[in-house]
Nanobody
């Protein structure tokens, strides 16, 4: 099992910045990809950004150039630096981790953290 605890959400004005953190604990040795997703009310959950254990990153088009995902493997923590925030970035942001065991991939989710951007 892997436990994920997010922090860093909050309320910010448009153009501002927030930094989200997601700390992993438990069976972390086989975690490969960690990612941030978001879900706004009435909308589907979307991938925001992901990062592999080797540091390869992937971003959704709607955050490219504004958000940066990073990972501290020693601290088992993934970060999402969000700059130039827009009201449409308002959503619950959730951390996801994928762990491989015996060729089976397991997915884990954090509880989510609310990000609200005012215009």
């Amino acid at each position: 099992q892997v436990q994920l605890v997010e922090s860093g959400g909050g309320f910010v004005q448009a153009g501002g910045s927030l930094r989200l953190s997601c700390a992993a604990s438990g069976s972390i040795d086989s975690i490969n990809t960690m990612a941030w997703y978001r879900q706004a009310p009435g909308k589907q959950r979307d991938l925001v950004a992901s990062i592999t254990s080797g540091g390869t990153t992937n971003y959704a088009d709607f955050v490219k150039g504004r958000f940066t995902i990073s990972r501290d493997n020693a601290k088992n923590t993934v970060f999402l630096q969000m700059n130039s925030l827009k009201p449409e970035d308002t959503a619950v942001y959730s951390c996801n981790a994928e762990r491989t065991s015996d060729s089976t991939v397991f997915g884990y989710w954090g509880q989510g953290t609310q990000v609200t951007v005012s215009s």
